[in-house]
Nanobody
């Protein structure tokens, strides 16, 4: 079971990035998937999640700028990030859990990918 996050990079404020989380060794369609981020000197925080029933949830402060989606055929979950701000700079991680969470993002995730660095700077 592996998750591979990619798509990070350097972007100017106001720009956009799309992160990908590709799974191997299991089918994402049966898993709840979460995106997290950890900024320098800060704790890891939840960004968004896409659950196996098709529901999606977002951190309140990111609603309207970030969109999570999944392509089960490609076994990949995406995080589209728009209107990026310097405070969005962080390492972004994706995670998966086989237990469906009916009321939001999972409390824990069994599988984690390595992070991808997003830097928002002019």
């Amino acid at each position: 079971v592996q998750l591979q996050a990619s798509g990070g990079g350097l972007v100017q404020p106001g720009g956009s990035l799309r992160l990908s989380c590709a799974a191997s060794g299991f089918s994402l369609r049966f898993y709840d998937i979460g995106w997290f981020r950890q900024a320098p000197g800060k704790e890891r925080a939840g960004v968004a999640c896409s659950n196996s029933d098709g529901s999606a949830y977002y951190a309140e402060s990111l609603k309207g700028r970030f969109t999570i989606s999944r392509d089960n055929a490609k076994n990949t979950v995406y995080l589209e990030m728009n209107s990026l701000k310097p405070e969005d700079t962080a390492v972004y991680y994706c995670a998966a859990d086989p237990v469906w969470s009916p009321n939001g993002c999972a409390d824990k995730y069994d599988y984690w990918g390595q992070g991808t660095l997003v830097t928002v700077s002019s």
